[in-house]
Nanobody
């Protein structure tokens, strides 16, 4: 079965850290794994992505320097380390998969999505 499963969401205070994980199963080759988030009433926005073939990473300016995307061991797992969390980071976080990272910010380019994991950051 082809699927993505996120975990690691929680409630933290501003300035805290969380590590999200995305475990993939049933995927072949070297997909691009993207991390997105969606707050209530807002559009889904791209946060970061990683090309599993060579580890190239991509970040939105809003999280650059605070968030780090990486591959785990085994390589069917991707992580999103989030440091210096702010209340505006509060959202449901999703991982998604596609082949190739061109236009990585576009949700429509991804063919597989996880169910999401909730992050809440209090001030």
């Amino acid at each position: 079965r082809v699927r993505l499963v996120e975990s690691g969401g929680d409630s933290v205070q501003a300035g805290g850290s969380l590590r999200l994980s995305c475990e993939a199963s049933g995927l072949s080759g070297s997909p691009c794994v993207g991390w997105f988030r969606q707050a209530p009433g807002e559009e889904r926005e791209a946060v970061a992505a990683i090309y599993t073939g060579n580890g190239t990473t991509y970040y939105d300016d809003s999280v650059k320097g605070r968030f780090t995307v990486s591959l785990g061991t085994p390589k069917n797992t991707a992580h999103l380390q989030m440091n210096g969390l702010k209340p505006e980071d509060t959202a449901m976080y999703y991982c998604a998969a596609r082949y190739g990272c061109t236009f990585w910010r576009s949700p429509s380019q991804y063919f597989l999505w996880g169910q999401g994991t909730q992050v809440f950051v209090s001030s």
